[in-house]
RNA sequence: GCGGAUGUGGCGGAAUUGGCAGACGCGCUGGCCUUAGGAGCCAGUGGUUUUACCGUGGGGGUUCGAAUCCCUUCAUCCGCACCA
């Protein structure tokens, strides 16, 4: 028997499945299909054993599909444009396609090398112009239905990437990308109406049962759906009105002010006469220049000043003056908020700050509130007093009789508002799918026609970003006629967010070279949702909400049969060394090649799958992968032993406790890796079969297992290890006679006769503390268990002379004597 | 501030329908084999004042019995954060 050479036999396999075509499926066949999908990555020059750890996750899962019999598809492509590769073409002269092709090309030959499989004839890359024609077609759909459109409006700019940013890209104030502060930037932008969808992303959730509830949550949290009351206070001396949002309509009797943020598109016009003008002009400029991480600071004291300016509160008729603050929020509501300081903290603050009146509306039903005396709001519930007719009513049943009122009498109506804002997706960047929009001084902004996809997006030599971006300079490309009325126009020169890219990817793998259309409507039907998604945290709300937002458009259309991509969500955990994230930065980047080389790939895997429950982070410690190295080399030890043919002295005992113990050994393993891919414990149940049979195995190379036996432990061994360490598997496999790949092999299945042995050991407690352990027939009778526990002469001794309370027998399990 | 998660040996982690805490692996100790071992095999390995007691972040409770259930508290991590 040779010595176990990882390299000669991964070498030998990966070339086998690709031949054989192992991973690849055919669109028409769905019968039992079974959807892996791996998150596909951005291309980057090198992997780490973190990344490792996604794709070996959904290569096990692939694999061990496959044996369960379901026709798996487990595709892979590339999320190819973005920032990243641009950043880095304008620092080293190296042309961003270029880049990307070679980051692609060093992937593909890491992720052979862990023996990560895919069905590589379906590769897709979002930057090529059969792709991203596609992905130009997705936006021409939605702009068609209304739901793509430009306006001028705030927004976040980064000025170190020097493009604009959507709201979920802004991290606590900052870019995600680069953690430069974001500024606020008045500009005419291309959106996606994802707000007319907020409803169905929140309620549709239910349909999602096989998500984690934490991503649910984050999205939950990130629609943030409220519901209220819509309030029109008409403003004094105009005809006009504002409105409010509230959620504590309760209130609206203490409402003492009212706040408007200073982006409110009324401000001018109110204070245009007002002789403080220029002064309330001023503040708002500068409000308006601040960055958001300015604005945002909590406990940074608001700011704000009076207007001048009056409006009606009309449930009492009376006059409260109109401020602007600057922690009101344009976004959200109206814009404008009715100040209740006596019960809301923050206008307390304010109230307090700038001199205006509290007034106590809910009374607290421990001891009467005194709005002079008050340190702070008071937001717990009560009674409601000065509230003319509501008086006397529990504030949280007024809301329902205020609302009513209101909206009897024309005051305010019913609204739910949300969170959510609509998608940004133009980038004045180079590297993306160009926005097929042409702009057309008489016709606007008109598409472009179908059949004139893709707009191409030129090799620019110049990308380096000046505030707009680089396709401005591009003459052939800026330069075209109109499409509706044939005069001269221009091309709209912004890319798309790649995250536009990466919401309908999964689609495209079904019918990755149709050239009339994205996918293939039959069969994304039949293969779509998605049975097993497997990813990063990081985009629980990003991409997953994209992607559930471009599903439910295009189902709306008529376009797919389904209004969910996902059924099932799985989340990894990172790999952490050292306690930190790897990164270059840092130097605590562990690269798989050296590991690889020298241990092979099955125990890289074996290792990563072992480290720990995979939706948890975990540290990485190179020590762990000898001991994952060992462990295979004991398994390989074991073939060797087989041929040597050792001395055999059978052993009936060791021998059924070792069968008992494969059988359990397969339920473990297949109850493991099919609930919640608890990978780590399904390889330690293989790893004590394997001690197990080292141990029926005598020192002097006598061995109390019939080879037949052992010829059949080991067999299964290799099925139930295939999907971690496939190349040995298969090595295996092919060793022990078997034509063709272990992969088309079945699954073991446990005999349910064969997982209990005729006797059991029982803890014997009392008390509650363990003195003993007896070994007694299965299924024997309370009574004769404590008959049989009297006899045990440990038992005895420590019954001896004490008087028995309880017994409590649990036949089979445990007795516990209570004394 | 709100929401979520986690807390178990020297380390990674098992055990979550309440029922032998520490499976499995790393590390460590000892032994065998060896010219040698950073190879392999075997044995041991939670702590202590070891007939026994104590031990799952801390404190209380329910129970014959709690890592697991309840209350309370602390710590760490993640998400959201002036959302009206």
């Known amino acids: 028997m040779e010595n176990y050479r990882s390299k000669e036999i991964e070498n030998k396999w990966q070339v086998k499945w690709k031949e054989t075509g192992l991973f690849n499926v055919c669109s028409k066949e769905v019968k039992d299909k079974y959807y892996c999908l791996m998150m596909f990555p951005y291309p980057s020059a090198a992997l780490h ?45 190296i042309h961003p396609a270029e ?6 090309s060093k992937m593909k ?9 895919y069905d590589w004839k379906r590769e897709v890359t979002s930057c090529m112009p059969d792709y991203y024609k596609w992905t130009q077609w997705i936006f021409l759909k939605l702009f068609e239905k209304g739901l793509a459109y430009k306006k001028k409006a705030f927004v976040n700019w980064c000025p170190s990437c020097s493009t604009v940013l959507a709201n979920e890209q802004v991290v606590d104030g ?3 990308r680069c953690d430069s502060e974001v500024e606020q930037k008045e500009l005419e932008q291309w959106f996606f109406r994802i707000t007319d969808y907020a409803e169905k992303l929140l309620s549709d959730m239910d349909q999602l049962d096989e998500w984690p509830e934490k991503v649910k949550t984050m999205q939950q949290n990130w629609i943030g759906r409220s519901s209220g009351v819509d309030i029109n206070f008409p403003i004094d001396g105009s005809e006009k009105n504002l409105t409010c949002f509230t959620t504590r309509v309760d209130t609206i009797f203490g409402c003492t002010y009212m706040v408007l943020s200073v982006e409110h598109p009324m401000i001018e016009e109110l204070v245009q006469n007002v002789p403080e003008r220029d002064k309330i002009m001023e503040f708002v400029r500068k409000v308006r220049g601040e960055s958001k991480i300015t ?63 509290i007034e106590v509306v809910i009374d607290d039903p421990a001891g009467h509130l005194d709005a002079e005396k008050m340190t702070e709001s008071y937001e717990k519930e009560g009674v409601l007093v000065n509230s003319d007719k509501f008086d006397g009513t529990k504030n949280l049943s007024a809301m329902e009789s205020i609302t009513d009122y209101m909206e009897k009498n024309k005051i305010g109506t019913r609204a739910i508002h949300y969170r959510l804002r609509d998608w940004l997706i133009s980038r004045q960047r180079y590297w993306g799918a160009p926005i097929p929009i042409i702009c057309c001084k008489k016709c606007g902004n008109v598409p472009v026609p179908e059949k004139d996809l893709p707009v191409i997006l030129p090799e620019v030599v110049n990308f380096r970003p000046e505030g707009e971006s680089p396709l401005k300079n591009v003459d052939s490309f800026v330069n075209v006629k109109c499409p509706s009325c044939g005069d001269d126009a221009t091309r709209e020169i912004d890319t798309m967010d790649t995250f536009v890219d990466s919401s309908w990817y999964f689609l495209r793998y079904i019918s990755p070279d149709k050239d009339d259309g994205p996918f293939d409507k039959d069969d994304v039907n039949k293969w779509l949702p998605v049975d097993q998604y497997i990813g990063g945290v990081e985009h629980a709300i990003l991409h997953l909400l994209y992607s559930r937002f471009i599903t439910k458009v295009m189902y709306d259309m008529g376009q797919i049969g389904f209004n969910e991509p996902f059924k099932r969500l799985f989340t990894q955990g990172m790999i952490v060394k050292d306690g930190a994230k790897m990164s270059k930065s840092k130097g605590n980047v562990v690269s798989p090649d050296a590991l690889i080389d020298k241990f092979g790939a099955d125990t890289v895997r074996l290792y990563t799958l072992f480290i720990g429950p995979p939706e948890k982070d975990a540290e990485w410690s190179d020590r762990g992968v000898e001991g994952a190295y060992r462990f295979i080399k004991r398994i390989w030890n074991l073939i060797g032993m087989l041929g040597s043919a050792p001395e055999v002295v059978t052993d009936k005992k060791t021998q059924d406790e070792l069968l008992i113990k494969l059988h359990q050994t397969i ?23 394997v001690n197990q049979i080292y141990s029926g195995i005598e020192k002097n190379g006598k061995c109390l297992i019939e080879k037949k036996c052992l010829e059949e432990v080991l067999d299964t061994i290799s099925l139930l290890l295939a999907p971690f360490v ?45 003195r003993s352990t007896m070994e007694m027939p299965r299924g024997l009778e309370k009574g004769s268990i404590q008959e049989l526990v009297c006899s045990d002469p440990r038992i005895k001794e420590r019954l001896d002379g004490k008087k028995v309370k309880k017994w409590i027998i649990l036949p089979d399990k445990l007795v516990n004597i209570v004394l």
């Open 726 to 770: 496939p190349h040995l598997a298969e090595e295996m496999n092919e060793m022990s006679g078997h034509k063709g790949s272990i992969f088309r092999r079945q699954w073991p299945v446990y005999d349910e006769k064969m997982l209990e042995t005729d006797t059991v050991t029982v803890p014997i407690q009392i008390n509650g503390k363990v």
């Open 109 to 117: 030959e890491q992720m052979d090398s862990w023996g990560v499989e």
């Open 295 to 357: 604005r945002m600071k909590t406990g940074e004291e608001k700011k704000g000043i009076f207007t001048g300016r009056y409006v009606v509160n009309s449930i009492n008729g009376r006059k409260i003056p109109l401020w602007i603050g600057d922690y009101v929020l344009m976004e959200y509501g109206t814009g404008a908020v009715m100040a209740v300081p006596a019960h809301d903290q923050r206008d307390f603050e304010f109230a307090k700050k700038y001199s205006l009146p």
């Open 49 to 93: 054993v973190g990344h490792g750890r996604n794709y070996i996750l959904g290569d096990v899962v692939a694999r061990y599909k496959m044996m369960r019999g379901f026709n798996v598809l487990s595709p892979m492509g590339w999320d190819a444009f973005g920032l990243p590769a641009e950043n880095a073409a304008i620092k080293n002269g």
């Open 174 to 176: 900052g870019c995600e």
């Open 99 to 104: 880049s990307t092709r070679n980051n692609i």
């Open 667 to 689: 339920k473990k393993v297949t109850e493991d890796i099919d609930g919640q891919f608890h990978f780590n414990t399904a390889i330690s149940a293989v790893m004590e079969l």
